[in-house]
């Protein structure tokens, strides 16, 4: 009796050990090649640039606040353009989002504005610059 029943319990483990739910080497048949889509389109609501202006308590950077928006208006008025900007508030205390499009920017233009207000912004821990992303605050 004990030997049918290890038979039947070793018979029944192999047959289900050998049950696969997937049809290829760990779902390798969903995997596509790189190369298969076309480039990928920026999603709704991404910014080619995002200036974050937190605060921990004090406020926000009231030395690197003024001189981006100095030089916002610099920058306007040396292209003869104007910045496409949303100021975004959503803190107590000042918090604030600068949420970029720069839609009507050639490329070196592009290259000038973000580099100028990386030097600007510094090694400033409460001034956060990304580039390409999404909004987090939203109007």
């Given at each position: ?23 290829g ?9 790189a ?15 995002i ?15 003024p ?53 600007i912004?510094?090694?400033?821990d409460?001034?956060f ?11």
């Open positions: 009796m004990k030997k049918i029943l290890l038979a039947i319990m070793i018979a029944s483990t192999s047959l289900f050990a050998c049950k696969s739910s997937q049809s080497a760990m779902g390798a048949d969903r995997i596509e090649p190369n298969s889509k076309p480039a990928a389109q920026p999603e709704e609501g991404t910014y080619d640039m200036i974050s202006f937190i605060s921990k308590g004090a406020g926000t950077d009231r030395v690197v606040k001189k981006i928006d100095e030089y916002m208006t610099a920058f306007n008025e040396k292209h003869g353009l104007t910045l496409n900007v949303d100021k975004v508030g959503w803190g107590r205390e000042g918090e604030v989002d600068y949420h970029f499009d720069f839609e009507n920017l050639s490329t070196a233009q592009k290259k000038e504005f973000i580099s100028e207000v990386k030097a912004v510094g090694s400033s409460i001034v610059v990304s580039l390409n992303k999404k909004a987090v605050h939203k109007r």
